[in-house]
């Protein structure tokens, strides 16, 4: 084994290393060689790419977690929920790719899945079956994700071809017409708010549910 390498350091030069370079610099290869070790070095604490990936994303959700902590029992369902889908989208814009890499990880850490339980709890005592409960978290984290992964892919767009998404640039090449749908590209530029409001739609549908 390695001397001074453990998973905790691991974990923290592959963050680098994906912060650095992206998602798909991201290799064993290329970790060893951040590290100054052997990639066989590497395998002592994690068997594969896709275990270092679920010890990233562990990492990540012990933050989450440790934030969601933080939120008061009596806060309310809507306001939980929202508060966790901002938190979960602040986490992922921290790294490069956070959203993809992320997503489809399987967490390490029993402690880090055991606090859904006391949120499943809370949704229940608001009124939500189990299955309800599950499924508000579910889909208030897939949308997080759907909506980072886009919001990550064009701001490394914005770096390397600043025109790509340019509103101007876009209204331009539709020519005559099409005000509404200018008008609406207009409104994009503002991610936070989108963002926000797409997440009160989310909310708006599971409060609908919880009424039904």
């Not at 993809?100 to 880090?112: A, N």
Request: contains cysteine; aromatic residues 8%; glycine residues 6%.
């Amino acid at each position: 084994m390695a001397k001074g390498i453990n998973k905790e350091r691991i974990v923290a030069a592959a963050l680098e290393l994906l912060n650095d370079k992206g998602m798909d610099a991201l290799t064993v290869r290329a970790l060893a060689a951040r590290l100054d070790v052997q990639a066989p070095a590497l395998y002592w604490h994690v068997r594969n790419k896709q275990e270092l990936l679920d010890e990233m994303s562990t990492f990540v959700m012990r933050r989450v977690t440790d934030a969601l902590s933080r939120i008061p029992p009596d806060a309310g369902w809507r306001a939980s929920l929202a508060e966790y889908g901002r938190i979960l989208r602040a986490e992922y814009l921290c790294h490069r790719d956070g959203a993809r890499i992320f997503s489809g990880t399987r967490l390490s850490d029993p402690d880090v899945v055991k606090a859904k339980e006391a949120w499943l709890a809370r949704f229940m005592a608001a009124g939500f079956t189990l299955v309800d409960a599950d499924d508000a978290l579910d889909v208030v984290t897939a949308f997080v994700v759907g909506f980072v992964i886009e919001e990550q892919e064009r701001a490394q767009s914005d770096e390397t071809a600043p025109d790509r998404y340019s509103a101007v640039g876009r209204d331009a090449w539709l020519g005559e017409g099409a005000d509404l749908i200018k008008a609406v590209g207009r409104l994009r530029d503002d991610r936070h708010a989108r963002f926000g409001r797409h997440l009160d739609i989310v909310l708006d549908g599971l409060a609908a549910r919880l009424q039904r």
